[in-house]
């Protein structure tokens, strides 16, 4: 059974970074894509990042420059690495692995920035 799991959420002022990790069950070494969503309160899940086996990424435009995604096959790990964080960034921030309809997601790291 697959399991993804997110850790490295917190509490951060603004303008501080966090990293976050979601370690997969399986290997990942073949997976097209591997992605962070976030959903804040009150609204939709939405895109972060997403990087496929080649190591293209795609981000949502307004957080490009300040989020990074990377992968370590090896590992079975995904990373989020976030930069320069804003008070709308607080949300919890979702591993997810695939694309529908075989997609996995992880239960979510809370992240939370203080103005």
């Known amino acids: 059974q697959v399991q993804l799991v997110e850790s490295g959420g917190g509490l951060v002022q603004a303008g501080g970074s966090l990293r976050l990790s979601c370690a997969a069950s399986?290997?990942?070494?073949?997976?097209?894509?591997m992605g962070w969503y976030r959903q804040a309160p009150g609204k939709q899940r939405e895109l972060v990042a997403t990087?496929?086996?080649?190591?293209?990424?795609t981000y949502a435009g307004s957080l490009k420059g300040r989020f990074t995604i990377s992968r370590d096959n090896a590992k079975n790990l995904v990373y989020l690495q976030m930069n320069s964080l804003k008070p709308e960034d607080t949300a919890v921030y979702f591993c997810?692995?695939?694309?529908?309809?075989?997609?996995?997601w992880g239960q979510g790291t809370q992240v939370t920035v203080s103005s």
């Open positions: 990087m496929d086996t080649g190591g293209s990424t």
């Open positions: 997810r692995m695939g694309l529908a309809p075989y997609d996995y």
């Open positions: 399986v290997s990942i070494f073949s997976i097209n894509p």
